[in-house]
């Protein structure tokens, strides 16, 4: 039977080198805050429970974790690796089994290795693996230590001799180790070295001079260890999971022309046969459908767009819902609330809030509908406005199924216009308009015939 599993993540440091006023951890990658993918590859292994020792910014960091299934352990005092873990023998008391130690800013782990790592760790029988890397330059990872194919100590850069510092195998921060043993020997580690901190890697020599197990397994990958100190780095590993991604959505079936300039978020879902241009931006939890078409510049967040979506050049659509074959821009605006249930085409400069738009209806060009109700095949003429806010509140338009609505018409809110009338072009509508009714609101036209003449000779 194998032994519980459980999760300690690492996310208490400051990250001074990210010059933030945000902790380090909740930097997004790929639109999620680092610190969610060890958390979420804690979860997919089984890990139960994880639990986040956190420090600087500590109620930031629980807030936005907050639902995701994790115990917290507080590390008031920064005094190295080693107390951190310590802090969360608390939230563990009582368990025992293996504890997969994680980094909150190494967050490029993949399943697979951690599954090689905790069936290496079985198999060696050892109370402590390390996770290692050969990196061509190792400068500020503590070092592997062998003899031969024995690891006898981690020694950190700063503490390390000059012949210690030309290995090139490093410590990831990632390990197995078995608990309660672990705490045990941590609680023997001191503090006398360069940084007087309780160094975790210390707990190596305590297993070694005990005559426990110790063992340790490379990874090939040297991207997938890679710590997160500054804004360079985030900015390379960015890089790196957006290659991810793309990589997997090309694999489903999704084209994308040029994956470089292509942005799309970790938690982003689309269909297949959907092709998407350079310079989309695709974020948050958006879920895109099949046989869809994006164009260049079209940036879309947190929105649920259906099959055979045609979204077009330079648009931005937030929060929104696009039902099936729908067309959206060039340069269009979805803003939070809008709702087109399907075979619709809002064109370019058309901007739209909290609008639910019914089957079939059409706004092509230059026209704002906000805090309106839009029946199903409605024509919305060019220039149209609803004229929502009155300075103090918001108020709402409704248009019912049917309705032709001409160039120029201004709907001054609360006003609803019934099921197929017809709005003549220029007008300003301040009442409710019954259906089968057509609605005029218009200056009288005047002529004057030879105007233009007799002013002509005046000027002369």
Not at 103 to 108: A, N, R, Y
Not at 392 to 399: D, M
Not at 442 to 450: C, M, T, V
């Amino acid at each position: 039977m194998e032994k519980s599993v459980v999760a300690v993540i690492l996310a208490a440091g400051q990250g001074t080198r990210m010059k933030s006023a945000i902790p380090k951890v909740l930097h997004p990658l790929a639109g999620t805050p680092m610190v969610e993918y060890p958390v979420a590859l804690a979860k997919e292994l089984g890990c139960d429970p994880t639990v986040l020792v956190v420090g600087h910014q500590a109620s930031d960091v629980e807030k936005a974790l907050d639902g995701r299934g994790v115990l917290f352990a507080r590390q008031s005092e920064q005094l190295g690796t080693g107390h951190a873990l310590l802090c969360a023998e608390e939230a563990l008391r009582g368990v025992s089994g293996t504890l997969l130690l994680l980094c909150g800013d190494v967050p490029l782990l993949e399943t697979e290795t951690m599954e090689r790592l905790l069936a290496y760790h079985r198999t060696q029988k050892a109370n402590v693996t390390v996770l290692t890397a050969h990196r061509d330059d190792p400068h500020g990872y503590g070092r592997i230590v062998r003899d031969g194919e024995q690891v006898l100590r981690i020694v950190e850069e700063k503490d390390a001799s000059p012949k210690e510092k030309s290995i090139h195998e490093i410590n990831t921060g990632i390990y197995a180790m078995e608990i309660p043993w672990a705490f045990d020997a941590l609680r023997s580690v001191g503090r006398d070295n360069a940084q007087g901190e309780y160094y975790l890697t210390d707990i190596v020599s305590v297993a070694r001079n005990a005559g426990h197990g110790v063992s340790a397994l490379s990874v090939s990958s040297e991207a997938e260890t890679m710590g997160i100190n500054d804004r360079v780095q985030l900015a390379t590993a960015a890089a790196l999971m957006r290659q991810r991604i793309n990589d997997a959505l090309m694999r489903s079936g999704v084209s994308l022309v040029d994956p470089k300039t292509t942005y799309i978020d970790a938690q982003v879902r689309i269909g297949q046969d959907t092709l998407v241009y350079p310079g989309v931006y695709l974020r948050g939890k958006t879920c895109i459908g099949n046989r869809c078409i994006l164009e260049p510049g079209a940036m879309v967040t947190d929105c649920e767009i259906g099959d055979g979506v045609h979204i077009k050049a330079g648009s931005v659509l937030q929060e929104s819902r696009v039902g099936d074959h729908t067309d959206v821009g060039p340069m269009a605006h979805l803003r939070p609330g809008t709702d087109l249930a399907g075979h619709n085409k809002i064109g370019n400069f058309v901007e739209t809030k909290k609008a639910i738009i019914g089957t079939g209806s059409k706004a092509s060009h230059l026209t704002y509908i906000g805090d309106a109700e839009v029946g199903s095949e409605v024509n919305i003429g060019c220039g149209t406005i609803t004229c929502n806010y009155d300075g103090v509140n918001k108020h709402k338009t409704v248009i019912e199924d049917g309705v032709f609505v001409g160039s120029d018409t201004q709907f001054v809110a609360p006003v609803r216009i019934g099921r197929n009338s017809l709005i003549g072009a220029g007008s300003t509508i301040t009442k409710d308009v019954p259906p089968d009714a057509l609605a005029l609101s218009r200056a009288e036209q005047k002529i004057i015939e030879g105007w233009v003449l007799r002013k002509g000779k005046k000027k002369k």
